[in-house]
């Protein structure tokens, strides 16, 4: 005859349980965003790219009547050159992986699009801020 197993204390048998259910609920959301987790010379290139954008941009704010994303474009047309130190910096940091030029390629637009956004975003900024200044010397 088998040996009935040991009786344990309630809160005793709820501790495996609950350590067993802690292990299978799912973790903190990561982001799977390749912008997000990119390595040093990915980021400082970005970095880079981003900044070049928005000195270039600074003289082109004072212009109230252009298109926000007209200005953004401007600016970047002149930072051709940090886009592609953008895009020579993911090939590196992903050689080896198949696919990695069409990857390249995919994630330098995204980070173009990203920035062109933020030029844009940052144009409307100023011309909110100095909206009340406007109606004010009305």
Partial sequence: MKNPLPACPATLCLIPLVLALAACAPGARTSHDPLSIARAPVATAINDY???A??????LMKDATASVFALA?????TCAPA???????ILADNAGHPYVAAFADEASENVRLRTRNMLAHSVNR????AAPQIQQAK
Avoid: F, I, K, Y
């Avoid at 928005?54 to 003289?59: C, I, V, W």
């Avoid at 474009?73 to 047309?77: E, F, G, K, S």
């Avoid at 100023?126 to 801020?129: F, L, P, S, T, V």
């Fill in 50 to 52: 981003q900044r070049c």
């Fill in 126 to 129: 100023a011309r909110e801020a």
């Fill in 83 to 89: 886009h592609d130190a953008v895009r020579r910096s």
């Fill in 73 to 77: 474009d401007a600016a970047l047309a």
């Fill in 54 to 59: 928005q000195d270039a941009l600074a003289p």
